[in-house]
């Protein structure tokens, strides 16, 4: 968009921070859904991350609450992509005791709290409240 329109660099640095915040915030949110939606409305398996051996923020926080020697645990099961029998049902266990799924999504509204800010740069417009509801339906969506 700022490319095409030939703005300065002030300009075009706000629009990349806007793309990396809503980009994380949409990544977030996908991890976050990953746990918590439903297969029909994902249009994908539940926890296909983990079954696919991907360690996404909610197990990285739950990770960073567990014990000694339950994150060691799970730091291996993390190692061998969740693949022996019971490290998938060990590793949610950890996480839905935890506080991981919060600090994830948590971290999502950070990330659209600062791209909103972003374009606080901006003059009103069509195009930045255009933006600023595509914000908000990244963490409002329930695939």
Do not use: W
């Not at 977030?28 to 398996?45: C, N």
């Not at 926890?47 to 060691?72: Q, V």
């Not at 996480?95 to 800010?117: M, S």
Request: proline share 1%; net charge positive.
């Amino acid at each position: 968009m700022g490319v095409i329109a030939k703005e300065d660099e002030r300009v075009l640095g706000k629009l990349f921070d806007y793309g990396v915040y809503l980009g994380l915030t949409f990544q977030i949110s996908d991890d976050l859904l990953d746990f918590e939606g439903k297969a029909a409305k994902l249009g994908k398996p539940a926890l296909n991350d983990i079954h696919a051996g991907l360690t996404t923020l909610p197990m990285i926080y739950a990770m960073d609450e567990c014990n000694g020697s339950e994150k060691t645990k799970l730091r291996k099961m993390a190692h061998r992509k969740y693949r022996h029998a019971g490290d998938i049902d060990l590793a949610l266990g950890l996480l839905r005791r935890g506080t991981g799924l919060l600090k994830a999504r948590n971290a999502a509204l950070r990330y659209v709290d600062a791209a909103l800010k972003t374009l606080d740069a901006f003059h009103d417009s069509t195009a930045k409240n255009k933006l600023q509801e595509l914000t908000l339906r990244a963490t409002l969506r329930e695939f």
